[in-house]
T-cell receptor, first 113, second 117 residues
Framework: DQQVKQNSPSLSVQEGRISILNCDYTNSMFDYFLWYKKYPAEGPTFLISISSIKDKNEDGRFTVFLNKSAKHLSLHIVPSQPGDSAVYFCAASSNFGNEKLTFGTGTRLTIIP | GAGVSQTPSNKVTEKGKYVELRCDPISGHTALYWYRQSLGQGPEFLIY????????DSGLPNDRFFAVRPEGSVSTLKIQRTERGDSAVYLC???????????????FGPGTRLTVL
């Protein structure tokens, strides 16, 4: 039972353009959502998060949008840079993220110079 | 300061053997998490410690898996009678979560790649 789904295993985007990564969840108990970025042979690193009481959170080039009625969130990266090439994981939790994280299967983003 | 460290970075063992994986969290972090990442999947939760006690061990797949954190710092994940299906990257994370109503980032280590032959 995959409670957090990332349906696109890979995405290629031209440098300078917008990258949009999508994530869907099924568990209504989730109230905190996060995006992690992972490079090969390294652990995931936190990128940005959003609480269920908000519908948008922005941090520099990164913006996360949450649509609770659709149980959908997305990560927008603009402009995309070569260093953004990595695997991106969507994760969900409860209690402000201070408990276990439930991860999606990841989307490999490749930025084309 | 230093991040989360995990040893060994790679472990190759034979089916049926016992293995121990170690995690050194960020100094002062009260919460420690173990996850397992199989090929092509996202990290999957195993167990979460708050201090010395396991606050949630619902992700441990069976009784061959056990984890301890005796002094509230270093943690060891122990796997008995290893099976080929246990092959994965085992990730450890720590945070300063105190149950307060604010997000406390989980910082991940680089993981231990376990291969069971």
């Amino acid at each position: 039972d995959q409670q957090v789904k990332q349906n696109s295993p890979s995405l290629s985007v031209q440098e300078g353009r917008i990258s949009i990564l999508n994530c869907d969840y099924t568990n209504s108990m989730f109230d905190y959502f996060l995006w992690y970025k992972k490079y090969p042979a390294e652990g995931p690193t936190f990128l940005i998060s959003i609480s269920s009481i908000k519908d948008k959170n922005e941090d520099g080039r990164f913006t996360v949008f949450l649509n609770k009625s659709a149980k959908h969130l997305s990560l927008h990266i603009v402009p995309s840079q070569p260093g953004d090439s990595a695997v991106y994981f969507c994760a969900a939790s409860s209690n402000f993220g201070n408990e276990k994280l439930t991860f999606g299967t990841g989307t490999r983003l490749t930025i084309i110079p | 300061g230093a991040g989360v460290s995990q040893t060994p970075s790679n472990k190759v063992t034979e089916k049926g053997k016992y293995v121990e994986l170690r995690c050194d969290p960020i100094s002062g972090h009260t919460a420690l998490y173990w996850y397992r990442q199989s090929l092509g999947q996202g990290p999957e939760f195993l167990i979460y410690f708050q201090g010395t006690g396991a606050a949630d061990d619902s992700g441990l797949p069976n009784d061959r898996f056990f984890a301890v954190r005796p002094e509230g710092s270093v943690s060891t994940l122990k796997i008995q009678r290893t099976e080929r299906g246990d092959s994965a990257v085992y990730l450890c994370a720590s945070s300063n979560a105190l149950g307060l109503a604010e997000y406390n980032e989980q910082f991940f280590g680089p993981g231990t790649r376990l291969t069971v032959l």
